[in-house]
C-alpha cells in the first residue's frame, strides 16, 4: 500500500498567479501520476512523473503550464502557471502501489481543491 | 485514444433497492478497476478485475469483467445510504500503463 499526503488542501488564487502543489509518498514509487477532476467530472490524467526524467504530459496539457519536478522517488510537485478560473479543479497525485491481494490499483492522495477567481 | 464510457451518469436509488453501472471500451483491457470517490473525497480503489468472464464479490457489491475483456458492471444490492458516492471504473488497455477513467455513476440513496 502507500500513503500520499499532499499540500497545500485547498487555496484560493488570483488569475495571473501560479501555485505550486507538492505531493509526499511514503515509499519509494518509479511512477507519479497528477490528475485533474474538475468539477463534477471524472479524473483526467495531466502527466505521469517519472525519477531523473522530464514528465510525460497527455494531449491537452503541456509544461509551461503545468511544470512537474520528480527530484527523488518520494517527492514531486505540479506547478499550475498563470491560472485562470477555468483551472478550478481538485488535483490529485497518485502512485501504483500493491495491495494485499497482490491487485495493482492506484493509490490518490486527498487532493488539492483549486479556486481561481 | 482508449476510451472507457461509462453510463448511467446519476442514479438516484431507494433505499434497499438494486442498480447496477456499466462501462463499455473501444479496445481490449489487461485489466480494469473500480474506484469509490465519497462526496469530498479522492478515489479510493475498491476492486481489480483481470481474466475473461471474472466475477468478484465484496459483500453487497458485485464485479464483472466481459468475456471480450472491454465490458464491466457493478452491481449493487439493497443499496444502504453509505453507498453514496460516485463509482468510477478505470481501464488498463493491453499495451499502457495509464489508467484511462470513466465519467464515474453518482449514486444519491433516498431513505
Known amino acids: 500500500s502507500a500513503v500520499i499526503s499532499q499540500k497545500p488542501s485547498r487555496d484560493i488564487c488570483q488569475r495571473g498567479t501560479s501555485l505550486t502543489i507538492q505531493c509526499q509518498v511514503d515509499s519509494q514509487v518509479t511512477m507519479m501520476f497528477w490528475y485533474r477532476q474538475q468539477p463534477g467530472q471524472s479524473l483526467t490524467l495531466i502527466a505521469t512523473a517519472n525519477q531523473g526524467s522530464e514528465a510525460t504530459y497527455e494531449s491537452g496539457f503541456v509544461i509551461d503550464k503545468f511544470p512537474i519536478s520528480r527530484p527523488n522517488l518520494t517527492f514531486s510537485t505540479l506547478t499550475v502557471s498563470n491560472m485562470s478560473p477555468e483551472d478550478s479543479s481538485i488535483y490529485l497525485c497518485s502512485v501504483y502501489g500493491q495491495d494485499k491481494m497482490n491487485d495493482y490499483e492506484q493509490y490518490f492522495g486527498p487532493g488539492t481543491r483549486l479556486t481561481v477567481t | 485514444g482508449q476510451q472507457v464510457m461509462q453510463i448511467p451518469q446519476y442514479q438516484h436509488v431507494q433505499e434497499g433497492e438494486d442498480f447496477t453501472t456499466y462501462c463499455n471500451s473501444s479496445t481490449t483491457l489487461s485489466n480494469i478497476q473500480w474506484y469509490k470517490q465519497r462526496p469530498g473525497g479522492h478515489p479510493v480503489f475498491l476492486i481489480q478485475?483481470?481474466?475473461?468472464?471474472e466475477v468478484k464479490k465484496q459483500k453487497r457489491l458485485t464485479f464483472q469483467f466481459g468475456e471480450a475483456k472491454k465490458n464491466s458492471s457493478l452491481h449493487i444490492t439493497a443499496t444502504q445510504t453509505t453507498d453514496v458516492g460516485t463509482y468510477f471504473c478505470?481501464?488498463?488497455?493491453?499495451?499502457?500503463?495509464?489508467?484511462?477513467f470513466g465519467a464515474g455513476t453518482t449514486v444519491t440513496v433516498r431513505a
Open positions: 478485475l483481470v481474466k475473461s468472464g
Open positions: 478505470a481501464g488498463l488497455p493491453s499495451n499502457d500503463y495509464k489508467l484511462s
